[in-house]
């Protein structure tokens, strides 16, 4: 398959022109020669200079990631950007990015997948960031408590991650918002909803969410932008008849 049809394809199935207004983030092809044959796509949350190391050396032809190198500004390449540049070109491997499209898409994004893992029912748009839905939320049929989602989630848990009024709690109306989405909190109690599942915390929303007893479940940035990864590396190994891998390179955060 040629790089441009592979682009074309991951372009149109993610709507990533819808989010041209609304994502700092230069979604799509951000470095490689459109024209070039590829085999294998290796799949990531970060274009770190590990995470490109990694994806050459298991023979990747283009990185997917959540996290690019281009955020709407221009950006000299030197220091830790030119390394990553140069990693990039030295080993002809492509650099393909998804930021918000990801986070949002209704089947293949990060919540959507997170809701599908932990059974949630009646899912729907949620967390509006610029007039764009990136969430989800939905409903438990059986109320769960915070470790059985993150038993049902799969993720890895740490001493960052962070709990604001769950103990053992059981949680039926849920919001979702992967990464950095402590601030949808006040969305999820104006919506009534009982936990916001999240990946990082924000300490100027903690007492908000004290005093207003909402639940929320921070279980890392990282871990929770692993999910539309895995997906996306799912549909490309079945559909585009391409070899796949996941390079994990988790920061604990």
């Known amino acids: 398959m040629k790089l441009s049809e592979f682009t074309e394809r991951l372009s149109e199935l993610l709507a990533i022109g819808s989010f041209a207004g609304s994502d700092?983030?230069?979604?799509?092809?951000?470095?490689?020669?459109?024209?070039?044959?590829?085999?294998?796509?290796?799949?990531?949350?970060?274009?770190?200079?590990?995470?490109?190391?990694?994806?050459?050396?298991?023979?990747?032809?283009?990185?997917?990631?959540?996290?690019?190198?281009?955020?709407?500004?221009?950006?000299?390449?030197?220091?830790?950007?030119?390394?990553?540049?140069?990693?990039?070109?030295?080993?002809?491997?492509?650099?393909?990015?998804?930021?918000?499209p990801l986070d949002a898409h209704a089947e293949y994004g990060n919540n959507a997948q997170m809701a599908l893992r932990l059974g949630l029912e009646d899912v729907q748009p949620f967390a509006f960031f610029r007039g764009v839905s990136v969430g989800c939320k939905g409903i438990f049929l059986e109320p769960l408590d915070a470790n059985q989602i993150i038993r049902r989630l799969g993720v890895r848990t740490n001493g960052t991650n962070f709990a604001v009024n769950c103990g053992d709690r059981k949680f039926k109306k849920v919001g979702i918002v992967s990464g950095e989405g402590a601030?949808?909190?006040?969305?999820?109690?104006?919506?009534?909803?009982?936990?916001?599942?999240?990946?990082?915390?924000?300490?100027?929303?903690?007492?908000?969410?004290?005093?207003?007893?909402?639940?929320?479940?921070?279980?890392?940035?990282?871990?929770?932008?692993?999910?539309?990864?895995?997906?996306?590396?799912?549909?490309?190994?079945?559909?585009?008849?391409?070899?796949?891998?996941?390079?994990?390179?988790?920061?604990?955060?």
């Open 183 to 253: 601030g949808d909190v006040f969305q999820a109690m104006d919506e009534n909803l009982d936990l916001l599942i999240t990946g990082e915390s924000r300490y100027t929303v903690v007492n908000d969410c004290l005093e207003s007893g909402i639940g929320m479940l921070c279980l890392g940035h990282y871990e929770t932008e692993t999910f539309g990864v895995k997906a996306m590396m799912e549909l490309v190994g079945k559909e585009y008849g391409l070899s796949t891998c996941f390079v994990d390179i988790p920061l604990g955060l």
């Open 24 to 100: 700092m983030s230069l979604n799509g092809l951000q470095v490689g020669d459109s024209e070039a044959e590829i085999g294998k796509v290796a799949f990531a949350v970060d274009a770190s200079l590990a995470t490109i190391e990694e994806a050459a050396k298991q023979g990747a032809d283009v990185l997917f990631v959540h996290h690019g190198l281009f955020w709407g500004r221009p950006i000299a390449i030197t220091g830790r950007h030119y390394a990553r540049v140069k990693a990039l070109l030295g080993n002809n491997l492509a650099l393909f990015a998804c930021h918000l």
